[in-house]
């Protein structure tokens, strides 16, 4: 899921994104309200996390601006009741005052997409960008295709999907995905990924990345 964070503090966009990258969220930022506003009508981000005091337009200004319905969080300097009321006649699901905690943000940016009935509540769904992966019905979707895993091809892309842009030796990857006492060697991760790698790029999800001389790492780099 796409979210634009629209804020003239570069350490905020620099904080933020690197929380809600984790979490799989790909990320626009703008930093001031011109800028915004052209990412939000080319891109159409699924959720807006707002500055109220945006240079050249302001974020209750850019608010209406944007004609399309979208969720939208406040996160701003500004707590006085006058700013958070006019925020939410606006269309603001959400008012975060500055400071703040990220976790709480990625905790907030998840009730508002659940509510919006944008995300699923099952708590054993791991989404990253395009692709779900549903555990309980050992199930794998990229951009609505669904694709079939036996068990030690699905198993890891669980774990790599837990730890998105880790590095991972071949020794960890058995010690994590298969267990500390099988007989066989760092071979069988490499047949594994080789065969899990095609079937996701049947689809052109690419992320599964060699490191040289060291092994793998589960990221999706934009083009």
Known sequence: MKILIADDEVTILEIMCLYLQREGFTLYTAEDGEQALAIEEKYHPDLLILDIMLPKINGFELCKYIER????????AKSEEADKIKGFSLGADDYITKPFSPREVVARVKAVLRRSGMVEENVHCIRYGELLLDDDHKLVEIRGVKI???????????????????????EQLLNNVWSYDFEGDERAVDAVIKR???KLSETEFHCIHTVRGFGYRFEVVEK
């Open 196 to 198: 899990l790698r095609r």
């Open 148 to 170: 079939s895993l036996p068990p030690k091809e699905f198993t890891l892309l669980a774990f790599f999907l837990q730890h998105p842009k880790q590095t991972f030796s071949r």
């Open 69 to 76: 319905k979208v969720p939208k969080i406040f996160l701003t």
